[in-house]
């Protein structure tokens, strides 16, 4: 063992002393020390561009200067931390700018619910709550899904790997192919409805179906608008909860707050976390439709679902949200980036590549192994941080924070190119 002076000044301190579960570090294998924007700092002061936004926690990016002035003023006054469910004026003053700048202009009528503070506690409260609103028991989730870590979310996630890891049989659920998992001629909601309609298909009628529009950790795989508004339409024919997993392509990561607004749908339920509370700290909120709100004082709780640090800075970010000149600019780098790595596929044909994603949640999927992580690999040693996703890691993606400025943008995109061209000479 190594002692605290040695471990103080090398990456030996996390080899040593935390546990091997660990994974980002070993893809960024420095200690990090500052950031800001879309920047981070590691401790010898060598900087990075961030393509990975802390997997979509950080959509404006790190220590917004308005947020983290209100978060500092409310520390130094003394704020509540920490309430359980209890009243306080953050979680009013946010519940009331909620419903002011989100919901009502877009015409939705939604009841919030505080779950706990990550994305798994979200969907397992929207589990739990679809199965007492229909006493149904199973939940239809889609190939690819990625939907947390605990045991029912692991249940509907498609991850071999990641399910493996729960040690225990994951039940009570179906999984339905995602738009154009077979192909982009077959329309993968014929094969759903078909075992929805038949008796002797063995799959029993869900209490709700759930699904991402955009598949982030499993590939950056679309759902298309029309494909969204026939599930929807699948839904209320059978009276089945459609649940929109918003966690990680929620806040305005594809352009519009909520995801699925092009599509013209009103899920039942909604999940959202990671940027919801603008700063990167923990929150996730629950949105069910009135008619559902059917729990029972405590039901479901937690221990820090009151977490009014996140309340505020949550506030505080909806005010990018009170006119659409945050989602223009989504649009416009969006579309930046997506002509950018269409280019990258036209030029370089050794990648094998095909573009994929929305807004600003994009990236290429790579047919050779392995491919991808090496490109992520090269890009961090020229100062990019950027993930890779889908079953094989066969996709580099590039989720940057929605504020980060053009020339930023441009020096990562160049990054990435110099980064494919190092790793397809070799």
């Known amino acids: 063992m190594s002692t605290i002076k040695e471990l103080d000044s090398t990456l030996k301190v996390f080899e040593e002393l935390e546990s091997e579960v660990r994974s980002y570090i070993r893809s960024f294998p420095v200690t990090f020390e500052k950031s800001k924007g879309h920047s981070l700092w590691d401790q010898d002061g060598k900087e990075y561009i961030d393509f990975f936004a802390g997997a979509g926690a950080l959509n404006y990016g790190h220590n917004p200067p308005l947020l983290k002035e209100q978060l500092l003023r409310y520390i130094a006054e003394d704020g509540i931390s920490h309430s359980l469910d209890m009243g306080t004026k953050a979680k009013a003053n946010f519940l009331t700018k909620f419903h002011e700048v989100i919901l009502e202009p877009r015409n939705l009528n939604y009841k919030v619910m505080f779950p706990g503070p990550t994305g798994t506690n979200t969907v397992e409260s929207a589990l739990k709550l679809a ?102 339409d699948i839904c209320n024919r059978w009276e089945i ?93 969006g579309l930046k980036v997506g002509e950018f790595l269409d280019q990258l596929v036209r030029e370089y044909p050794q990648l094998q590549g095909e573009t994929r994603g929305r807004g600003l949640m994009r990236g290429i999927a790579c047919k050779e192994e392995g491919l991808a992580e090496k490109i992520c690999e090269q890009a961090f040693e020229r100062g990019l941080i950027m993930e890779t996703a889908g079953p094989d890691s066969e996709v580099f ?30």
């Open 397 to 426: 993606k590039i989720m940057p924070p929605l504020t980060i400025t053009h020339n930023a943008l441009d020096t990562g995109l160049a990054i990435i190119e110099d980064s494919i061209k190092m790793c397809i000479q070799k």
């Open 131 to 232: 199965r007492k609103v229909t006493g149904r028991d199973s939940i239809i989730s889609f190939t690819n899904a990625f939907h947390g870590m605990t045991l029912g979310s692991l249940s509907i996630t498609g991850n071999s790997f990641k399910r493996h890891g729960a040690g225990v049989p994951l039940q009570n659920s179906v999984s339905m192919p995602f738009d154009k998992f077979l192909g982009t001629n077959v329309d993968t909601l014929d094969y759903l409805e078909r075992f929805l309609e038949d008796n002797g298909s063995g799959v029993a009628l869900p209490a709700g179906i759930i699904v991402e529009t955009v598949q982030g950790e499993g590939g950056i795989n679309v759902a298309e608008e029309a494909w969204l508004k026939r599930l929807a």
């Open 241 to 333: 909860l459609l649940i929109i997993d918003d966690v990680q392509a929620g806040c305005g990561r594809t352009g519009t707050f909520f995801s699925f607004e092009p599509a013209g749908i009103e899920p039942d339920i909604v999940c959202m976390s990671k940027s919801i509370s603008g700063y990167g700290i923990p929150m996730a909120i629950t949105l069910l439709k009135p008619e559902y709100d059917v729990w029972d004082p405590g039901e479901h709780n937690g221990t820090f679902r009151g977490h009014n640090l996140a309340f505020i800075t949550a506030t505080e970010a909806l005010e990018y949200w009170k006119d659409d000149n945050l989602s223009g600019e989504v649009e416009e780098k």
